[in-house]
């Protein structure tokens, strides 16, 4: 295969992941290289099917693909690391530095970007590929200062779209695709790193588990349609209601989590007031006819970490079961984890 065709499939590739959002990780990427290269017929024609069926694309599907087509395979797109690119890429500082002074200034504008690159935490093929590239043209334009210039101008382009690309992927993976905010794998991993946070540094924090009230049968009434537009009220409000450091995610269906580092119980117990209080004043209406759906209002519950016990399991199920409370008692309410609770465990 020719650099020409390696490089257009690896930028064909990540665009194909961010708009199914498939996060970008080497098997993934390996994945979506070869179904773009179409050297296995086989797996385009399974990724084909279940685009047509529009299933989403999970960790779990993706590693079905991999297993079945890739893992046993000569793969070379997961085979290459990180590392080997940036050794090409230290040969094209190495080819570039035999150049007269007319060529140093790109020197020192490749580097930085060779330095921007390390940052990325990424191995992927298309890193080799565009390295590759940059050394094939210090390689062969070393009697043209101005054709060197032009071919290296290129390239720093293409690294630019690259590390663009990749940041897109990577925020895309982490988003709800309806509502914007973080869905819950990135939740997990959020949370794990929030916890380490508090363990390190001896901060409280805490999660608020929150459901709409009364989603369902409102869902079910009215269409989906209008249930996307409530779950996008609540999910703004929700952004607009927290800051700095805290984090608001999908959980799942009508529920969403917000984690408050740095916030103890208390704290956490206004905010989520303040949450609740800010939705109920929400009221749904149709834009052409005016007709009033209704009140939107959710339930609360408000849990804080214990860094001597705690895993994200029994935290998630302490904030959970006071949702419930809320729920059984009455909704539109916030409640705390309770002291019973706080006993036993």
Not at 86 to 109: C, I, R
Not at 273 to 297: F, H, M, P, V, W
Request: with cysteine; hydrophobic share 35%.
């Amino acid at each position: 295969m020719s650099d020409e065709a390696a490089f257009d499939y690896a930028k064909r590739a990540l665009p194909l992941m961010v708009r199914h959002g498939i996060r970008p990780v080497p098997h993934n990427y390996a994945i979506w290289y070869s179904y773009i290269a179409g050297t296995l017929p086989e797996l385009n024609h399974e990724v084909d099917a279940i685009i047509a069926e529009a299933m989403d694309f999970s960790d779990d599907i993706n590693s079905y693909l991999y297993t079945k087509y890739l893992a046993e395979g000569d793969n070379a797109v997961v085979k290459q690391t990180a590392l080997d690119a940036h050794k090409l890429l230290a040969q094209v500082l190495s080819s570039v530095q035999e150049f007269s002074g007319k060529t140093k200034s790109y020197q020192t504008e490749l580097g930085a970007q060779i330095n921007d690159i390390t940052k990325v935490e990424m191995e992927s093929a298309e890193l080799r590929t565009m390295a590759e590239r940059i050394l094939a043209s210090t390689n062969t334009m070393r009697e043209s200062g101005s054709a060197l210039s032009k071919k290296l101008e290129e390239s720093r382009k293409e690294i630019d779209q690259l590390k663009e690309n990749l940041a897109k992927a990577q925020t895309e993976s982490e988003r709800d695709f309806l509502t914007g905010v973080y869905n819950r794998k990135a939740l997990d991993r959020r949370m794990e790193e929030c916890i380490a946070a508090s363990r390190e540094n001896d901060k409280p924090m805490c999660l608020l588990m929150i459901d709409i009230d009364h989603f369902k049968p409102f869902n079910d009434k009215f269409g989906h349609l209008i249930g996307d537009e409530v779950l996008k009220i609540v999910s703004k409000t929700l952004t607009n209601s927290v800051k700095g450091m805290d984090i608001v995610a999908r959980y799942g269906g009508e529920e969403f989590s917000i984690i408050l580092p740095e916030t103890p119980l208390g704290g956490a117990m206004i905010v989520a007031e303040s949450i609740r209080r800010a939705i109920a004043t929400k009221e749904l209406k149709r834009k052409d006819t005016g007709e009033n759906y209704g009140q939107i209002t959710v339930s609360i519950g408000v849990a804080g970490y214990r860094p001597k016990d705690d895993t994200i399991p029994t935290l998630i199920k302490r904030a959970d079961d006071a949702l419930y409370r809320s729920k059984n008692g009455g909704r539109n309410r916030v409640t705390q984890e309770t002291l019973k609770a706080d006993k036993a465990s």
